[in-house]
């Protein structure tokens, strides 16, 4: 839950219960301070924002059951907890479909390219944001597999080799690199090879950061039939997909840094107050995160683009407290106080999205 949206709700409760003139407000410790309860004396609220707080996951819509808070009472602190339901819903599509429509016009018809480990959900989120941005999705493992007469994934493998599919999607890459208005969901090892990177720079490349663990929890209850590169060891579904998995990303190393964008799984869990990504549905990843990242880059990149047309961004969005931008680039702090002020000016709002 938000502060917002807690300190509406603790609004109304406290109104319910007797305290008036309720100011409310948010330090860094998470205290809430109201201005006087029904005697006019200052009470001082500390809000829990508990990790235990259920979230209903109900056909895309985030309902918020509550919060907790504790009450202090200028030195007494009281013993018990207050607790109180919100009927706060989050409705993700309606938010999802607003971003999209601000997202878009930066877009310029550019693809986007999801990349990250097997698992990371760049299917099921790539089609959910085809479906809002009224782009085609395009799974290029599933293009491989047609390309190859419908023979599956792990069938090459193991009739041809892994580096006849690595050539088949290379070549893949680079026919989609040649079309607008796509969502395109790599193979998770597409990063390894940089000719893959020349065709997807031609969009923006989006890099689903998952926890190993995470992954290897989907892994394990669907099975690692369809996954050639898993399906090797012996042992429980987890434990050997979480090793081959922790293999797998030592030996690519930082190549899903490539991307221009980076969503991780843990940052929004840790935003949204959750202990587990396992609690983030995919609806709430795209909405998140992804669109966030997106228009500031795409909003740097146009910038960018007609400023400084030799300057290589490589990192485009690392976003450093508000505004820094990591770009490498010969006059870096030149490009970055330009960006800086670009953002400021032009586009109060992608902050606030
Ligand atoms: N946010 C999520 N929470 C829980 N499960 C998810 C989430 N996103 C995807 N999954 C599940 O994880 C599994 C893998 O998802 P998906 O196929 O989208 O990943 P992928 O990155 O496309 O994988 P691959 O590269 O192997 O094709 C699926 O069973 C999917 O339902
Ligand atoms: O991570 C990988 O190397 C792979 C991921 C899958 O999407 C497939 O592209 C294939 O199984 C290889």
Partial sequence: ???????????????????????RKKSSNGFLRLSSNRNGEIVSLKMIKSRDLRCNKNLGQRKLDGFELSCSYKNYQA???????????????????????????YMNGRCIYLVGMMGSGKTTVGKILSEVLGYSFFDSDKLIEQAAGGTSVAQIFKQYSESFFRDNESEVLKELSLMRRLVVATGGGAVIRPINWKYMKQGITVWLDVPLEALARRIAAVGT?????????????????????????KERGEAYANADARVSLEHIADKLGYDDVGN?????????????????????????????????????????????????????????????????GEEETARNL
Avoid: W
């Fill in 79 to 105: 013993p018990a907890l207050e607790s109180e339901k919100s009927r706060v819903l989050v409705d993700e599509p309606s938010i999802l479909k607003k971003k999209s429509e601000d997202v878009v016009p």
């Fill in 225 to 249: 039939d369809s996954r050639p590169l898993l399906h090797q060891e012996s042992g429980d579904p987890y434990t050997k997909a979480l090793q081959r998995l922790s293999t797998l990303s």
């Fill in 280 to 344: 983030l549905t995919p609806l709430s990843i795209a909405v998140e995160e992804i669109f966030l990242k997106e228009k500031k880059m795409f909003m740097a990149q146009n910038f960018l683009g007609k400023q400084f047309k030799s300057v290589i961004i490589v990192n485009q969005f690392t976003a450093v407290g508000n505004q820094s931008i990591y770009v490498e680039a010969h006059s870096k702090l030149h490009v970055l106080e330009q960006i800086e002020k670009f953002l400021q």
């Fill in 1 to 23: 839950m938000d502060a917002t949206t807690c300190a509406s709700s603790l609004n109304c409760y406290y109104k319910q219960n007797g305290f008036h003139e309720m100011g």
